[in-house]
């Protein structure tokens, strides 16, 4: 099985031409544009197993886009690989560490390259074997600071997908197994009551806990939430020590 490679190209494309070359054999590969909806809807159409960024004459751009990359909550997660020359890579490596999964710098041969890129995947997927047992989390927040915190916290237990609205929910759990929802209860375009409401009423989802979160504290409110019998409920300021409990106790 060849793995599937989306790259940005950066502004050297005879890099490019080499890498289709000479990685034909490894990878089925793509590309993509440095416009941010080209490279929402590849990583949507392409599904890739790794995002390959060329950093070569486009350092700003490529730094700019891989932050933004690693802030958007509708990337598949493909690891990032970042490869540039040494300068940049050391530059980036300093300024941004832990942003990349990978970095490699060049000069380098396509053919290593590739051995490289496959060495790292297929140790992530032995790792990912032996986490198979970990329960896992979709948390739905329109905070950011809020998802990142909660990520944060509970991603050295837990398996945590987190998502920014409502809107890919029903997709996302009928393609993925889920053990507990983690769900914002007053956001914009879609509340966690509807999301709560669809999930009950489909009988493939209902079976999945859902804790609520909340910054509001008024009785009505909370009537009005204890009514649609969630199995957890937790106001914000989050304690993370009483999410830690909820979570083990309903996961």
């Keep these: 099985m060849k793995y599937k490679v989306l790259i940005n190209q950066g502004e050297n494309p005879a890099i490019i031409r080499d890498f289709f070359t000479y990685t034909k054999k490894y990878f089925t590969a793509y590309t993509t544009t440095d416009i941010w909806d080209d490279v929402i809807n590849h990583f949507e159409a392409v599904k890739p197993d790794v995002y390959v960024v060329f950093m070569e004459n486009a350092y700003a751009e490529a730094v700019s886009q891989i932050m933004r990359i690693k802030t958007n909550t509708n990337y598949n997660e493909a690891p990032i690989i970042v490869i540039g020359k040494r300068e940049d890579c050391d530059d980036f490596e300093q300024n941004h560490p832990h942003?990349?999964?990978?970095?490699?710098?060049?000069?380098?041969?396509?053919?290593?390259?590739?051995?490289?890129?496959?060495?790292?995947?297929?140790?992530?997927?032995?790792?990912?074997?032996?986490?198979?047992?970990?329960?896992?989390?979709?948390?739905?927040?329109?905070?950011?600071?809020?998802l990142k915190m909660i990520k944060a916290a509970l991603e050295d237990k837990y398996d945590v997908t987190a998502m920014l609205n409502g809107v890919m929910v029903e997709r996302f759990l009928s393609m993925n197994e889920v053990d507990l929802v983690i769900l914002d209860y007053e956001m914009p375009i879609m509340t966690g009551a509807a999301i709560f409401r669809m999930m009950k009423d489909n009988p493939k989802f209902a079976r999945i806990p859902v804790c609520f979160l909340t910054g509001v504290s008024e009785r009505e409110k909370v009537e009005e939430i204890m009514s649609l019998k969630p199995r957890g409920y937790l106001l914000k300021p989050i304690n993370m020590e009483m999410l830690l409990a909820t979570i083990a106790n309903l996961a």
């Design 99 to 146: 942003t990349a999964n990978m970095v490699i710098r060049r000069p380098i041969s396509s053919d290593n390259i590739a051995l490289s890129i496959i060495a790292y995947l297929e140790k992530g997927h032995e790792e990912q074997k032996s986490d198979d047992t970990r329960k896992k989390i979709l948390v739905v927040d329109d905070d950011r600071t809020i």
